[in-house]
């Protein structure tokens, strides 16, 4: 059955191809790229590689720049429209390395669509995925200096900070329930290193894990920070735990996760602000129990 089907949508994307013999072609004679993206960061990283003209379709939250919101929805970032794919004409895909179910990029591929795959583990890379991003389009020049300009942001950042800055443990929140957090191959890791800190489950050797209440009492962060994508207040559940060293030194800071958790050149924005609330708000404890440093 499903074998037919997959014949059947084949044959209707052949059909559509010889349709459109007459669609406009770019000043070297080639077929623009027409391109899904499949996850929100690689909408952001297209924009930023100068393509974003040739997105015909989209996943939820593809939500920045402002023009992102206007791309038509192909589904979310674990399951898309493949007949809805098909009618946009697509030639390409942006897959999330990691992240997009291999199942759907093997679909992607027998419709005869190009899958990219962008892989993400480093502040570094995504410099190289705007490059690679670029080679796609008219003007790969242009995306090679916005890949430039966020290296020289990102060599800046790390030439920036204060030596010696004690250490402060952090739990990232994603979200209360189920109980959801970045795990040690993720790149919030590094983010957090460009402000002396550590992410309490940086060891867990996967993205993103959920864990338990008990874990999180038991690594007893000095600091929380919490995505606050969402009506009410994230961190409110914490209350209820005041030994936590976190709360009990009202260490809890509220993010957009957009400027932390997705690999951009906007990370570096909210590396900034969490970097500047830990050396403010943070270190400065005269409390001993809230200081950095504990033996």
């Given amino acids: 059955m499903a074998a037919k089907f997959l014949q059947a949508v084949i044959a209707t994307l052949v059909c559509l191809a010889a349709a459109d013999i007459g669609h406009a072609q770019d000043d070297a004679g080639q077929d623009p790229a027409r391109i899904v993206s499949l996850a929100p960061h690689l909408t952001e990283l297209a924009f930023e590689a100068g393509i974003g003209d040739l997105l ?47 199942g759907a990029l093997a679909k992607l ?14 502040l570094a890379q995504i410099a190289g995925a705007i490059e690679r991003l670029g080679q796609l389009g008219a003007d790969p020049a242009a995306a090679a200096e916005r890949a430039a300009d966020f290296r020289r942001r990102l060599l800046a950042f790390d030439q920036g900070g204060p030596s ?5 443990e952090i739990f990232y929140q994603v979200s209360e329930k189920p109980l959801f957090t970045l795990g040690g191959r993720h790149v919030i890791n590094e983010v957090f290193g460009l402000c002396g800190a550590v992410n309490v489950f940086g060891r867990i050797r996967t993205e993103a894990a959920s864990v338990d209440l008990e874990a999180v009492l038991a690594r007893d962060p000095l600091a929380i ?10 961190a409110a559940h914490w209350q209820a735990y005041p030994d936590l060293r976190a709360i009990a030194c009202d260490n809890v800071l509220r993010v957009d996760p957009a400027l932390l958790v997705r690999p951009t050149p906007r990370v570096l924005d909210g590396a900034a602000k969490l970097c500047e609330w830990l050396d403010r708000a943070v270190r400065p404890a005269e409390n001993p129990a809230c200081r950095t440093g504990r033996d």
């Fill in 164 to 168: 010696g800055r004690p250490v402060v």
């Fill in 56 to 102: 015909v379709g989209a996943v939820e939250w593809s939500d920045h720049p402002a023009a992102a919101r206007e791309i038509p929805r192909i589904g979310d970032a674990f399951r898309f429209d493949l007949e809805r794919i098909l009618r946009m004409k697509a030639s390409h895909a942006l897959a999330w390395g990691g992240g997009t179910p291999s």
């Fill in 225 to 234: 920070v919490a995505s606050d994508d969402g009506p009410g207040n994230p």
């Fill in 109 to 122: 591929r027998e419709l005869g669509i190009d899958v990219e795959v962008i892989e993400i583990r480093t």
